[in-house]
């Protein structure tokens, strides 16, 4: 098991801090008075010790703000000044365990549909039945409900996820950490298993029965994978970046490859191909596009050049299909396929024409299934190839792309 501290006190935001101020508040205040009750109203903690109350009031761009009983204001103040000290150490505790269940029946309809050739090429062989490791620091628990094997068999399967985040104990901090990474290991998941994740339901402190059995799956480092070859520690292996001279590298590298898969989540919900396919389409943007401020400049232009180096040979196959013709007409080159794709997903955006057409039983044609299901590979590949090795493109820099038409273009 790794160290729950995923992250320097240098890289909160000043509300995390504040809010990881509370969590050692409250851890300390248990630990040296016993039993603890506390509430919350807002931004403000109200903690009863010993027969006496206290405050923890939060306000923006302040310190927190800490009020006591003169009996206790000694040893308070004491645990003030040693939260102070733990944060300003990166401390993040032993980290707290949380779990979260969803629940999936999808119904033969519109969105099975539009995914029906999707789900047969991509989610029939990844029905994982079992508990797995999800990293290193969460397992998820699938049940498949239809355990026949068909030629599409349309999802229906129950998920657990136990999991630990950063924090000394379940207070503010830890709990929108919870919040946030339950979020993310539900898109991991829907990705790994190529099928919408649903029914979220609140996440809850996990029992000690819960943290002892997902501890013991973890000691098997039997992981679920994301692709073949690829896992949940693929992902989060961006993050070792890091340990490089330039660590903003490897939280840029994570936020597209997270991007990609809450992109890819949402498509596969969608019962209209022109939303799913413009959600695929933004999933390969999100790998593409830099979170900078001129990610704007030639985005059309970045998108075909990255996508191409990304996945030149996929591309290719994804052309050589059968029925390619049929489904995205004559297209003889890489680039004018992804100008292609680029069109259906901000044609659909600019013109509202997101539209669901009625139909008989299976309410899509054939080809658009098809269109879905084709673009849906390319965009598992792309993600593969992208966590295998990450990189960014220039297109666009207004430093060193004179058609960006930047400050810096040359006369």
Not at 175 to 199: D, S
Request: some cysteine; hydrophobic content about 40%.
């Amino acid at each position: 098991m790794s160290n729950t501290q995923s992250f320097p006190t240098s890289y909160l935001s000043d509300q995390a801090r504040q809010f990881l101020f509370v969590d050692w508040m409250l851890f300390l205040l248990k630990e040296r008075f016993g039993a603890i009750e506390h509430s919350q109203s807002g931004y403000t903690w109200e903690v009863k010790v010993s027969d006496a109350g206290l405050r923890i009031a939060l306000e923006p761009m302040k310190p927190p703000k800490v009020t006591s009983p003169r009996a206790i204001r000694a040893e308070v103040r004491a645990c003030q000044r040693e939260a102070q000290s733990r944060i300003s150490e990166n401390d993040f505790g032993s980290g707290v365990w949380w779990r979260a269940a969803f629940s999936t029946r999808m119904s033969l309809g519109p969105a099975v549909s539009t995914h029906f050739m999707r789900l047969m090429s991509e989610h029939n062989h990844r029905r994982f039945q079992g508990t797995w490791s999800f990293g290193d620091q969460a397992t998820v628990a699938l049940e498949q409900v239809n355990k026949e094997t068909t030629p599409v068999t349309i999802p229906a399967f129950d998920t657990s996820i136990v999991f630990r985040t950063p924090g000394p104990m379940a207070g503010p901090f830890s709990r929108r950490l919870a919040e946030e990474r339950a979020t993310n290991l539900r898109a991991c998941v829907a990705f790994a298993l190529a099928a919408p994740v649903e029914g979220m339901h609140p996440v809850f402190e996990a029992t000690a029965d819960e943290v002892e059995a997902s501890l013991a799956v973890l000691a098997t480092m039997r992981q679920l994978p994301l692709e073949p070859g690829l896992s949940l520690y693929d992902l989060e292996g961006l993050y070792e970046f890091r340990e490089d001279a330039r660590p903003e590298v490897g939280r840029e590298a994570y936020a597209r490859a997270e991007g990609c898969i809450y992109a890819y989540e949402q498509a596969m919900e969608q019962p209209s191909e022109h939303v799913a396919l413009a959600m695929y389409i933004s999933a390969l943007e999100a790998l593409a596009n830099p979170n900078t401020s001129w990610r704007k400049n030639r985005s059309a232009a970045r998108f075909v050049h990255f996508i191409e180096q990304l996945a030149s040979s996929e591309i290719d196959e994804t052309m050589s299909h059968p029925n390619f013709v049929q489904a995205f007409g004559s297209i003889a080159s890489r680039k004018k396929f992804l100008e292609k794709l680029y069109e259906l997903r901000s044609t659909p955006l600019h013109t509202g024409m997101l539209r669901h057409a009625v139909g008989g039983f299976f309410q899509t044609d054939t080809m658009a299934s098809i269109r879905v299901s084709l673009v849906s590979g390319l965009v598992r590949t792309c993600f593969a190839n992208f966590l295998r090795g990450p990189f960014s493109s220039l297109v666009g820099h207004p430093r060193v792309d004179p058609a960006a038409g930047g400050p810096f273009r040359p006369d």
